[in-house]
């Protein structure tokens, strides 16, 4: 059955470092995704990685997606207060497709 | 678009009683899924329909929960009776493609709370 990590599960940093969030799954898959939620919020879709090697950026965020070691990152770049969020990454369950697993989420904290 | 549709976004019930949680999905997708998320549990897959029809009800915790897609503009998940540990938010989301080439929309959530 596949499982979908995160690692680390809370980040306190300060605005201006730069950080990197790391997401694991379990069963081979070509692709991978990244939602964000503010507290209270609903998930807001961020990244979609659909190949070995793919790398997005958004902003001060840039993902990359390695199939082969089954792992994901988040790297964030710079960071500021706006970023403070949780962040899931997901995983297909399956060939469909259809089916998403996520991960436990990664609770992040900008501090000025 | 108005994105995905939920309602009530707060439920207060008391415990045996019956609820009943809504969604619109935007038009044109075909995926719809029912997420439960709690502290301890995170984010749980409940149902999924394709084209109206259930595709996998695996993460339904008991049979007091039940989900339906009468057309493809609307969807209910019905507890009966509910429990207090069924209090959490559930999301419901939808997508083209599946788990997709861009990801699922989530709705805004409904926050239950049995009592």
């Known amino acids: 059955e596949l499982k979908v990590e995160q690692n680390p599960l809370f980040l306190s940093m300060q605005e201006g470092k730069n950080y990197t969030i790391y997401c694991n799954y379990s069963?081979?898959?070509?692709?991978l995704y990244w939602y964000r939620q503010d507290p209270g919020k609903s998930l807001e879709s961020l990244f979609v990685?659909?190949?070995?090697?793919a790398v997005k950026q958004e902003g001060r965020l840039m993902a990359s997606l390695d199939t082969k070691a089954r792992l994901s990152t988040l790297h964030i770049t710079a960071a500021v207060h706006d970023l403070s969020a949780t962040y899931f990454c997901?995983?297909?369950?399956?060939?469909?497709?259809?089916?998403?697993?996520f991960g436990p989420g990664t609770s992040l904290s900008v501090i000025p | 678009d108005a994105g995905v549709i939920q309602s009530p976004r707060h439920e207060v019930t008391e415990m045996g009683q019956e609820v009943t949680l809504r969604c619109k999905p935007i038009?044109?997708?075909?995926?719809l899924f029912w997420y439960r998320q709690t502290m301890m549990r995170g984010l749980e897959l409940l149902i999924y329909f394709n084209n109206n029809v259930p595709i996998d009800d695996s993460g339904m915790p008991e049979d007091r929960f039940s989900a339906k897609m009468p057309n493809a503009s609307f969807s209910t998940l019905k507890i009966q009776p509910s429990e207090p540990r069924d209090s959490a938010v559930y999301f419901c989301a939808s997508s083209s493609y599946g788990g997709g080439l861009y990801g699922y929309t989530f709705g805004s959530g409904t926050r239950l709370t049995v009592v």
């Open positions: 997901a995983a297909p369950h399956g060939t469909s497709y259809d089916k998403v697993i």
């Open positions: 038009s044109g997708h075909d995926y």
């Open positions: 990685l659909l190949s070995n090697g």
């Open positions: 069963t081979t898959s070509d692709r």
